[in-house]
């Protein structure tokens, strides 16, 4: 069955929720770890699948962590090295989360960031751009092709709405998904058709292999009654068919070679082609 094409991949912004909740800090070695990176459930309905969390594990290796997103989200790889925080070390799939560390700079930013994690600030939180293939409904993440960045930022972006690098709006979405839902309901019943035609087309094939058949037995019209049809239609394979021709065949035969003794019932003008074929064998 033909399935839609997949959306193109687009860029998401999203908070991770609850990120700060089993981290640690390493002052010594500049480490904060096991911060949640990214978590399977969004808030305004979209869903991460598990295996798109498992195959991305490797992309956020060593990728950079800076503080606040780009001033141009439609350009999220054009950073300045002065928010640069660190990178990610030691990603990881645990309990439907991609959890890593992150090796902390001993820049201002980095600084900064350490004070922020230390003091748990509220508002601060962090927030992955990621580039990302969505199931043809749109509810469903099923990869994620690139990490761009991790951020920490004040009042990130929560998942109520993705941020999305065509700066598509809710109502537009919301047009896009009944549009998307009149052309699978389209599909449908275009796969109805074209099912329906192929029956069409198979019965019409085998009435005439049937017909073929017929003429090539040399059978007498009025033997091929419509219970005979019916039987010959009923059969599956060009074998079972010709079977059955061979056998009315034969009992035509074995009659016009051994014909009963009766009277020879005057025929009806309404007689059924069964009745008919009866009278041809008995008088054979």
Same mark, same amino acid.
């Given at each position: 069955m033909n399935t839609l094409p997949l959306p193109k991949p687009i860029q998401l912004t999203e908070k991770c929720e609850d990120w700060a909740g089993q981290l640690t *800090?390493?002052? /010594?070695?500049? #480490?904060?770890?096991?911060?949640?990176? +990214?978590?399977?459930? !969004?808030?305004?309905g979209y869903t991460y699948s598990e295996q798109s969390l498992q195959d991305a594990v490797a992309l956020y290796a060593d990728k950079p962590v800076f503080l606040d997103h780009a001033a141009d989200k439609t350009?999220?790889?054009?950073? !300045?090295?002065?928010?640069?925080?660190? &990178?990610?070390? +030691?990603?990881?799939?645990? /309990?439907?989360?991609?959890?890593?560390?992150?090796?902390?700079? $001993?820049t201002d930013s980095g600084h900064t960031f350490l004070k922020l994690v230390n003091s748990k600030s509220p508002g601060v939180g962090m927030s992955h751009v990621v580039l990302a293939q969505r199931s043809a409904d749109g509810s469903t993440?099923?990869?994620?092709?690139? *990490?761009? &960045?991790?951020?920490a930022v004040i009042n990130p972006a929560t998942t109520n709405t993705f941020h999305e690098s065509e700066q598509t709006t809710d109502p537009e979405i919301a047009r896009l998904r009944e549009h998307l839902q009149n052309i699978s309901q389209q599909r449908d019943a275009l796969l109805q058709e074209r099912d329906n035609l192929r029956r069409s087309i198979s019965t019409l094939q085998n009435e005439?292999? #049937?017909?073929?058949?017929?003429?090539? +037995?040399? #059978?007498? &019209?009025?033997t091929v009654t419509e219970s005979f049809l019916t039987?010959?239609?009923?059969?599956?394979? $060009?074998?079972?068919? #010709? +079977?059955?021709?061979? /056998?009315?065949?034969?009992?035509?035969? !074995?009659h016009a070679q051994h014909p009963p003794i009766y009277s020879h019932p005057r025929l009806h003008t309404e007689t059924s082609t069964d009745t008919l074929f009866i009278n041809t064998i008995r008088t054979r």
């Open positions: *800090v390493d002052d /010594d070695n500049r #480490l904060v770890r096991n911060i949640a990176l +990214s978590g399977t459930i !969004s808030r305004n350009r999220p790889h054009e950073r !300045s090295t002065k928010d640069l925080v660190g &990178s990610i070390v +030691s990603p990881r799939y645990i /309990d439907g989360r991609i959890r890593g560390d992150i090796r902390v700079l $001993e993440v099923l990869k994620i092709e690139d *990490v761009i &960045s991790v951020d005439q292999i #049937l017909q073929r058949m017929l003429r090539e +037995s040399k #059978l007498p &019209s009025e039987q010959l239609r009923k059969a599956e394979t $060009e074998v079972e068919k #010709l +079977s059955l021709i061979n /056998d009315r065949y034969a009992l035509i035969e !074995s």
